[in-house]
């Protein structure tokens, strides 16, 4: 304990001096260490990069320097990297006096020097090597620059296998050379038997692949083929070497695509871990939504989409989490639109809301189609919280449509009593009573001004047909004109008192006074025909004013067309028209024909001159604007020459290239007339839709061949999966398994067909080593039986003991010792109980009450025993049951055994 305390006194010394505040003592402390790990661990904890640097400069192993180009500080990265560099190509040495291969890749490594890195590859000569290189190196070009100092087939395959759908230029370079080392072994002469058998043996270890025991098989042929080698000719020896040197990499892509597996659940499951925290942020954010504003909603709402989209690229999510993405993304974006919308119409639509209802029934359509207009724009979610202007914009809407609905049950209930009101009119004049008809007529009258235009027209229609009849039955009931013009002054009289709107009134004078004329004239009719015109001024006073305001509008109207001429005028002379905006001179004139229309009536003259006027502004304006539409219309034209002459080209991806450029250079194209441009469209379509055609003819021709080849690869994959899940000999399965492996990489796919169908094929191995894993389990497992039924029978007869002898046994258990501790050969002076004990220690089982003490006791021994020792548990159990062959006791041989089973 003494030693103990002084070793943890001085090193508490020196860890406090290393980590004093003070730079200088930790410099100091720096200066005193001794070893590279104090200095890595000096170098870790110092926050002065001049310190760092200077621990850095005092390493000695290239180990720690290798450690140190993983570090967090750029600094220490490149100091150690440009130190390893300097040791491994001192200054005044070029690289063609470097001829080490693992030098050359390290200096290949670290050097930030592309040339430099070129020609340390060019000098590797282990092919080995260059295929690490090839196959790992991030760059193409030196991927390149290693793999064309490649000429072994085997390195090869392995480039081929791994460049196949990634790399189209080492898979052709491989594919080639692999086509030349195979017509050069066509040419080989035979081998001598033996020579030939081994041959034969290393081709049949390839062609079954990897299985348990192809490392063993491989070995032994390793250690046969140097007695042979001299027996065989240079080409045998070149084939045999090739072959053994295949199965090595056979080993080797069995390690790689293990690695790879693995690398890939890994991936797909921090993908679907990142996708599943997208979701929760987007579900919090709906949490939120409400009260943020549109531009920040918009924003969060881009980022978590495109961090989406990028984890959708690496990993397809599963239905259900996509769908709910979605969903959420979709109401979201429904909500910041509502939300961006409001905020730039917000003074608007309080304004809105704030104004009172108008009565009329036109008025109220118009309040219902902006209501309809905001409720479009303002599309709130039904998800989230109704915000107060959106329930003030529905109850608004509401209200609306009360209204309307109250009006139009009004306007229906006055027809309906019309309707029966024009009844009975129609019935008293059928009947003659002309009196009660006249005072239904009247009233009839007053009830069709109370209607809205639409409902009346029809029941107005009707009205006057009934009431010609009424006239003409009251002209014959009066048989002479005198009783006709005196009903004419009532009629006039009445019209005094008459509402109606003034241009109709002033009709209905005219036409009762039409009426008289066609009277003529008769004596005694100067009182009547004085009371018809005192009459008829009267009533047309309220027109005069009428017709006096249409005159005004009129004046008006011409005014308005001459500012509008005038502003016409002023805008064309104005305009740089090599600057100019066409769509909005195009509008512009649209706009202005528009508002021309809209300023009517005028009279007659008025009308003409200010219309020839309007005509000669717009002209002058449209020159200009006709000057762009030819140039375009021009463009347009040679657009489609172009096409036309495009669509004829042998080369269908350059012919679909150029179209595309054409289809986006004619939408920079600027204004052109409507029904031009529309059949310059439908010819230019024409020639586009040409090459497209011919494009996807070609497509689908390739794309059968694809399906052919992937359909040839499904079948051997199929034919392997069925083997798997059909066979019991996993043996001979593995044989055949190995040779549909083979006929799948010689058939060459896409590359997603490739990864699809390599990983069922995988699948299919996998399953396969399962079954053979399982077959070993119960092989083990079936040993240890026979173990333990040698164990049960030490002292059993001897038909008993033969039988437990028929089981095999556990690799490193000699049968020899069972038959010796049958034979009571061993001794030992080792406590029975204590290996009982000892063995339910490591099974890590309860010992008995009375035996805990003597437990713990022999645990300190052993673990005295064992310092400095690296037993493991297997080696431990197996030195137990040895231990108690030589003192097996029938009384604890039940506890021996069960400890045992429990630790197996």
């Known amino acids: 304990m003494v030693l103990f305390e002084k070793f943890f006194r001085s090193r508490s010394r020196n860890e406090k001096k290393w980590q004093d505040a003070e730079p200088e003592i930790r410099r100091q402390a720096l200066q005193a260490f001794s070893s590279d790990a104090e200095r890595l661990e000096f170098i870790r904890h110092e926050t002065t990069a001049a310190l760092r640097a200077e621990a850095v400069a005092l390493l000695d192993s290239e180990a720690s320097l290798d450690e140190l180009l993983h570090s967090s500080h750029d600094e220490i990265r490149h100091q150690a990297r440009d130190i390893l560099l300097a040791r491994l190509l001192p200054a005044g040495t070029g690289i063609d006096q470097i001829s ?6 390290r200096i290949a490594a670290l050097t930030t020097d592309n040339e430099l890195r070129l ?59 692999l086509a030349e080392n195979k017509a050069r072994q066509q040419q080989q002469q035979a081998r001598t038997d033996a020579v030939e058998q081994l041959l034969q043996q290393a081709r049949y270890l390839n062609k079954v692949g990897y299985q348990p025991d192809f490392n ?6 390793g250690q046969q083929w140097p007695e042979l080698r001299p027996f065989a000719s240079a080409e045998q020896q070149h084939s045999i070497d090739e072959e053994l040197n295949k199965a090595r990499a056979i080993l080797d892509q069995h390690a790689e695509e293990e690695a790879r597996l693995a690398r890939e659940q890994e991936d797909a499951r921090q993908a679907a871990e990142h996708q599943q925290q997208l979701l929760e942020r987007l579900q919090q954010l709906a949490g939120e939504a409400a009260a943020a504003s549109a531009a920040d909603l918009q924003q969060a709402l881009k980022l978590l989409e495109q961090s989406w989209d990028q984890t959708f690229q690496q990993h397809r999510p599963a239905a259900g989490l996509s769908k709910a993405f979605e969903n959420q993304l979709q109401q979201l974006l429904r909500l910041q639109s509502a939300l961006s919308h409001y905020e730039q119409h917000k003074e608007q639509l309080h304004a809105w809301l704030n104004s009172s209802l108008a009565d009329g029934p036109a008025a109220l359509k118009a309040a219902e189609r902006e209501a309809g207009k905001w409720h479009k724009a303002l599309s709130w979610p039904d998800d989230f919280a109704t915000p107060d202007w959106f329930s003030r914009l529905q109850q608004r809407s509401s209200d609306i449509r009360s209204r309307l609905q109250q009006i139009q049950d009004e306007q229906k209930s006055r027809s309906h009593d019309l309707r029966r009101q024009l009844d009975d009119f129609s019935t008293h004049l059928n009947e003659g009573q002309l009196k009660e008809a006249g005072r239904l007529s009247n009233k009839i009258q007053q009830g069709l001004r109370l209607l809205d235009e639409k409902s009346a027209a029809p029941l107005q229609r009707e009205f006057r047909a009934l009431n010609s009849r009424l006239q003409e039955m009251r002209d014959w009931a009066g048989f002479a004109t005198a009783p006709k013009k005196e009903a004419l002054v009532a009629a006039m009289e009445a019209l005094t008192e008459a509402d109606m709107a003034p241009d109709l009134l002033a009709s209905k004078i005219h036409d009762l006074q039409e009426e008289w004329k066609t009277l003529g004239t008769a004596p005694g009719d100067n009182e009547l025909w004085e009371r018809f015109q005192a009459a008829g001024d009267k009533a047309f006073e309220p027109c005069r004013a009428y017709f006096a305001q249409v005159a005004e509008q009129r004046e008006q109207n011409i005014t308005l067309r001459e500012q509008l001429i005038a502003e016409l005028t002023s805008y064309e002379q104005a305009l740089d028209w090599q600057q100019a905006d066409w769509k909005a001179v195009q509008k512009t004139l649209d706009a202005a024909r528009e508002t021309f229309r809209q300023y009517s009536p005028v009279e007659r003259q008025a009308h003409k001159r200010t219309q020839d006027a309007f005509r000669d502004a717009c002209d002058r304006i449209y020159a200009h ?7 375009n219309l021009q463009a347009r034209q040679a657009l489609i020459d172009e096409a036309e002459a495009v669509a004829s080209a042998d080369d269908l991806s350059g012919a679909a290239d150029h179209i595309k450029n054409l289809q986006a250079r004619w939408k920079d194209v600027g204004v052109t007339p409507r029904k031009a441009d529309q059949k310059l469209w439908q010819n230019f379509r024409k020639h586009c839709d040409q090459v497209f055609s011919r494009l996807n003819e070609n497509r689908a021709a390739r794309k059968a061949e694809l399906d052919e080849t992937v359909a040839q690869a499904e079948a051997v994959v199929s034919r392997a999966t069925e083997l798997v899940t059909a066979a019991d000999d996993t043996d001979g399965m593995t044989a055949q398994f190995a040779a549909l492996r083979a006929e799948f990489a010689a058939i060459e796919l896409p590359r997603s067909a490739h990864q699809r ?11 396969l080593q399962q079954r053979q894993q399982q077959q070993q389990q119960q092989a083990e497992l079936a040993r240890w039986d026979g173990l333990i039924s040698r164990l049960q029978n030490l002292r059993a007869d001897a038909d008993s003991w033969q039988t437990a002898c028929q089981q095999a046994l556990p690799d490193g258990y000699p049968a020899e010792r069972f038959e010796q501790a049958r034979q009571g050969t061993l001794s030992s002076d080792d406590s029975p109980r204590d290996l009982c ?33 690296s037993l493991n548990r297997a080696d431990e159990r197996r030195e137990l049951v040895e231990r108690w062959l030589a003192v097996a006791d029938d009384s604890l041989s039940a506890r021996f055994i069960a400890a045992l089973k429990a630790g197996l």
């Open 216 to 221: 063993g098989k491989l070995q032994l042929l």
């Open 625 to 631: 604007l006709k000057q762009e539409y030819d140039r």
């Open 837 to 869: 004990i000892l063995m339910e220690a490591l099974a890590d089982i309860s010992s008995e009450e009375a035996d805990k003490p003597r437990r713990m006791a022999l645990q300190v021994q052993r673990l005295a025993q064992g310092m400095g020792q």
């Open 100 to 105: 080490d291969a693992d030098a050359l890749i």
């Open 119 to 177: 020609q340390a590859i060019g000098r590797i000569s282990d092919e080995q090597k260059r295929l690490q290189l090839a196959l790992e190196h991030p760059v193409a070009r030196v991927r390149l620059a290693a793999a064309e100092g490649i000429h072994d087939a085997d390195k090869l395959h392995t480039l081929q296998e791994h460049a196949q759908g990634k790399d189209k230029t080492l898979y052709r370079l491989a594919k080639e050379r």
């Open 757 to 767: 169908l390599s990983k069922t094929l995988k699948q299919a191995e996998q399953q």
